[in-house]
């Protein structure tokens, strides 16, 4: 466990650094919790964040998963809440590139972390991207409640996937997820990419 915590530390650490973001809220026309719903699975930048993190739960047990799976919905919402009220529209645009990023190592090299561990990344990225999500539904001029949408399709989509991944027996089934972690590091490896090119 000492030995993996520098490298999950630095991990974390990439999720802090920074560059300008804009969120976006889809409207369904059912209501907030509905927009909020959609959001999430219209939302690659959202949406791949949260399943590596189930990815890496899952990887690392059960007690880390089922951590996971209520303190990662928790800290989005009271990230969404700051940025909702704070209208803290510049939050790093790259926090998606590089939380894709630093999760996808992770899952990648299938780490054994402890549950601790887990539950301080899935912290940070839940406040983060919340952060985001509620800044974004307060420069739309929509409803906080929103957020209810989101952070409940967090918790089914972790529960679901982590759960999974969980169960796997068969070592070439736990290298399907490495490998998907892999993807996974790559697509933000790419994005870091696009926004740094983007500002030159």
Do not use: K, Q
């Not at 976006?24 to 993190?53: C, K, N, Q, R």
């Not at 983060?128 to 929509?142: D, F, S, T």
């Not at 999974?164 to 490495?178: D, F, G, K, Y």
């Amino acid at each position: 466990m000492r030995r993996n915590l520098p490298l999950a530390l630095t991990a974390a650490a990439l999720l802090l650094c920074s560059s300008h973001a804009r969120a976006h809220l889809a409207t369904t026309g059912l209501g907030p919790i509905y927009d909020g719903i959609s959001h999430l699975f219209l939302s690659v930048d959202d949406l791949l964040p949260v399943l590596a993190m189930a990815l890496l739960a899952g990887l690392n047990g059960t007690t880390a998963a089922r951590w996971s799976c209520f303190v990662l919905p928790v800290a989005w919402f009271a990230g969404g809440m700051v940025g909702f009220h704070g209208g803290l529209g510049s939050v790093p645009a790259s926090i998606t590139s590089l939380s894709l990023l630093a999760l996808g190592i992770l899952v990648a090299t299938s780490l054994r972390l402890s549950p601790l561990v887990v539950v301080v990344v899935a912290t940070i990225l839940g406040l983060l991207h919340g952060v985001l999500n509620g800044a974004g539904i307060a420069m739309a001029g929509r409803e906080a409640s929103a957020l209810l949408g989101i952070v409940g399709a967090i918790f089914v989509v972790s529960a679901l996937v982590a759960a999974a991944v969980v169960s796997l027996r068969m070592p070439w089934a736990r290298i399907v997820v490495r490998v998907a972690g892999s993807w996974t590091a790559a697509t933000g490896l790419l994005l870091l990419g696009w926004s740094i090119s983007g500002r030159a």
